[in-house]
């Protein structure tokens, strides 16, 4: 399991469907790069409809690539890239700010990530974010909501490469959200990796597949949901396989999934196997999935697990539609986009100075519009990078409910560890990063040699000064910041520095901390 139970109904108590999104006019894409298989969805989402423009998908098995290190191997890494190459050609007409691309349990895992995402990025032109367990639970409750809807209590699950994820939830709203560390890829490659089907493998893999999910037993058991459905690649491949052979109309019933196992015990290998409905690429991890599902099926009391119309891909598009509409509709932002709720609800828990928050937030947000000056929402990121800056802010007192002392280090291991709706892993590290830098050595910071960053991190640090005596102290109406050809230069009013000497101690200590950085440097000057 990734982490210990999570009730998202604090985060999420409503669908956001307070106001209209103002989503982008165009199709929206989304990449889902899993363990098993990416996909490519194209679409167009027109008040809250959903029409499909495109689909690709492609076995990648990047999950398999995994060495005995952690690391992914150089034959994965082609494969993958490849893939992404030919999805880029594909993507060539759709704007960078209508496109996600999430990936999700083996670049969690992956010791060298980073570096893959980096050549990725370069193949694919545009940024891959890679999700929490919990984030990629919500987005795939996220797509079987608004695919099919319904108001009755509802299990869902999703059987991927390298984790399965469980969701109880009902209408939009998911309750609960776990990611279990077990997926048809590795179960598959660990008990039938030379390609036999045996007795005493299905043994195996159901044992462990059970103990990786026994402790979700109380959390999702049967009286709290009354349809179980599965979303996306294993539970839809052995509802094809079952309905295409007649043994069921499609549902997964645990008769169906015994008579599925008999028949890869009869065939005793893989490449044996030749069913009708059987795709040749789901051969190598049809045992891992159904030793899954036949788990589930035992230790949940699912009688029937119908196959889910919604899955990863479409809940990113709908989630990219809503931070469009966000961006479009600021007086709406925090309906529209779920991760305003979550920063909300993490002020709440850490018991955030509001007043504080805010003071620091606005003060910063107009340092740093004179700083990288407005040039539309359209330009792509740019949105982004404000609000990543307004988050920071909000959220950079957090650390003070664990010390006083040093409490930027502690925000910034809570912003880059705790359960955020709505963030990706990425994104989180990134707020955390402009939280560590508001106060202290300037040296700490791996990515200050980014300009954007570099104006990110000023602005928080020069707001947060200048409120730190939390209250207001004229703000920006004595005060003008401009990016000079050495760096930056900050002039004050000079009736304004003479009553407040303290604040231009800090600030002298300010131009210190960044002539030490090397990366910019500020000039202080009283007009």
């Avoid at 009869?266 to 788990?295: F, M, N, W």
């Avoid at 990016?483 to 900050?490: D, F, I, N």
């Amino acid at each position: 399991m990734q982490s210990s139970r999570h009730d998202l109904a604090d985060a999420a108590t409503e669908a956001p469907t307070a106001a209209p999104a103002a989503a982008a006019n165009g199709p929206l894409a989304a990449i889902d790069i899993g363990s098993n298989s990416f996909r490519l969805e194209i679409g167009h989402i027109h008040r809250g409809r959903y029409r499909r423009i495109d689909y690709l998908k492609e076995t990648v098995r990047l999950g398999g690539g995994l060495d005995y290190e952690g690391r992914l191997t150089e034959p994965a890494q082609q494969r993958g890239l490849a893939c992404l190459a030919r999805f880029a050609q594909r993507l060539r007409s759709v704007p960078g700010v209508q496109m996600r691309a999430v990936a999700t349990q083996t670049l969690r895992e992956a010791r060298n990530r980073d570096a893959f995402l980096a050549r990725a990025r370069g193949v694919l032109g545009h940024p891959i974010e890679v999700i929490s367990g919990r984030e990629e639970a919500r987005l795939i409750f996220a797509g079987v909501a608004r695919l099919q809807p319904s108001d009755r209590p509802r299990l869902v699950i999703d059987i991927g490469g390298r984790s399965t994820e469980m969701i109880l939830g009902r209408g939009r709203v998911p309750r609960i959200a776990e990611s279990f560390q077990v997926g048809s890829v590795s179960l598959s490659m660990r008990y039938f990796g030379d390609g036999r089907y045996t007795a005493e493998g299905f043994r195996a893999a159901q044992i462990a597949a059970g103990a990786e999910l026994e402790e979700a037993l109380q959390p999702f058991a049967p009286g709290g949901w009354v349809e179980a459905l599965g979303s996306s690649g294993t539970a839809g491949a052995v509802s094809q396989l079952l309905a295409a052979n007649g043994v069921t109309d499609g549902a997964i019933t645990p008769q169906g999934l015994r008579w599925c196992i008999g028949a890869c015990l009869a065939a005793g290998h893989q490449d044996k196997l030749d069913l009708p409905g059987l795709k040749p690429e789901r051969r190598a991890v049809l045992g891992g999935g159904l030793s899954i599902l036949y788990t589930l099926a035992m230790q949940f009391g699912i009688d029937a697990l119908q196959p889910a119309r919604g899955a990863l891909r479409q809940g990113v598009l709908f989630d990219l539609s809503d931070r469009l509409g966000a961006a479009g509709d600021p007086e709406h932002a925090a309906v529209l986009d779920v991760r305003e709720l979550s920063v909300t609800e993490l002020q709440r828990r850490f018991g955030v100075d509001l007043a504080q928050a805010d003071r620091v937030r606005v003060l910063a947000l107009e340092l740093y519009e004179r700083l990288v000056p407005e040039q539309g929402l359209l330009i792509e990121f740019e949105d982004e990078r404000r609000r990543e800056l307004g988050w920071a802010a909000s959220l950079h007192e957090i650390g003070m409910s664990v010390s006083h002392h040093d409490h930027h280090r502690h925000s910034a291991y809570l912003l880059a560890h705790v359960d955020a709706p709505g963030f990706s892993q990425s994104q989180q590290r990134r707020v955390a990063e402009l939280v560590l830098g508001h106060r202290g050595s300037l040296a700490k910071l791996a990515h200050l040699g980014d300009e954007t960053v570099a104006a990110q991190v000023l602005a928080l640090r020069l707001a947060a000064l200048l409120c730190h005596a939390r209250r207001d102290e004229g703000g920006s109406g004595v005060l003008r910041l401009e990016l000079t050809g050495k760096g930056a230069r900050l002039a004050i009013d000079s009736d304004w520095a003479t009553g407040h000497p303290r604040t231009m101690y800090l600030l002298g200590e300010e131009v210190a901390s960044w002539a030490q950085s090397g990366r910019m440097g500020l000039r202080i000057e009283t007009v």
